[in-house]
């Protein structure tokens, strides 16, 4: 699979996960992908936790849970309508979650790149994020961001403390298959823009 064909097949995975576990030297050469991130200042200011045992996958799909209600109820009653069908997290059927954490204090106080703009940092993260997304699906696996938590109850799950935090939880896992339509134009919670919208000449 070239890079333009992952960059369009790539989809946020929810329901397509088939219950089973990527097996490890796929998931090797993901969070590898990852680890080749361009980054500022070469700080690589990134950390991988991978999550597995089942119990622990259940105990932070409870919180998720509990975020995303609490997300529908601050809705107007015709965006709830909307939300409700929309599946939010994979978490249990992926078998795989990766936390992507940042270490602003990685690379030292002196960061090449980093100091007028702080949040290149963290932007480097992202990279890394987007990395793993493309390498999943050349490998024929999936993943799904959640972001449906509260960072301080991440951050003590994987036993980080600041200044280091949690940006991500991923799943990941094998897929039956990647949607042809985005899930959010899907379930008519926002149509995505076209290109010539986004772009501006001079």
């Keep these: 699979m070239d890079v333009y064909e992952a960059i369009g097949r790539r989809r946020d995975v929810r329901r397509e ?10 998931l090797m050469r993901i969070l590898g992908a990852g680890h080749a991130a361009p980054s500022v200042g070469l700080s690589q ?13 259940r105990e932070f799909a409870d919180h998720v849970a509990g975020c995303r209600a609490a997300f529908a109820d601050s809705l107007p009653d015709d965006r709830r309508g909307t ?31 980093r100091h007028t703009i702080d949040d290149t940092g963290l932007m480097s993260v992202a990279l890394a ?22 960072e301080d109850f991440l ?3 994987i036993g ?5 935090r ?11 298959h990647l949607a042809e339509v985005r899930d959010l134009e899907a379930f ?3 149509k995505g823009l076209a290109l010539d919208e986004v772009v501006h000449w001079d």
Excluded at 160 to 164: F, M
Excluded at 167 to 174: F, I, K, M, Q, S
Aim: net charge negative.
């Design 83 to 113: 939300f409700d069908p929309i599946r939010i997290e994979g978490i249990v059927e992926s078998g795989t979650g990766i936390v992507v954490t940042y270490d602003p204090e990685r690379g030292g106080p002196n960061i090449l790149g």
């Design 155 to 157: 951050a003590e799950f």
């Design 17 to 26: 996960f088939s219950g089973g576990v990527i097996a490890d030297d796929a």
């Design 129 to 150: 994020i987007q990395n793993m997304w493309l390498a999943a699906t050349a490998e024929r696996a999936g993943i799904g961001w959640v972001s449906f938590y509260e």
């Design 188 to 190: 008519g919670w926002r």
């Design 160 to 164: 980080v403390a600041k200044p280091v």
């Design 45 to 57: 200011p990134w950390d991988f936790h991978v999550v597995r045992r089942p119990e622990r996958l």
């Design 166 to 176: 949690p940006v991500a939880w991923l799943c990941l896992g094998p897929v039956t």
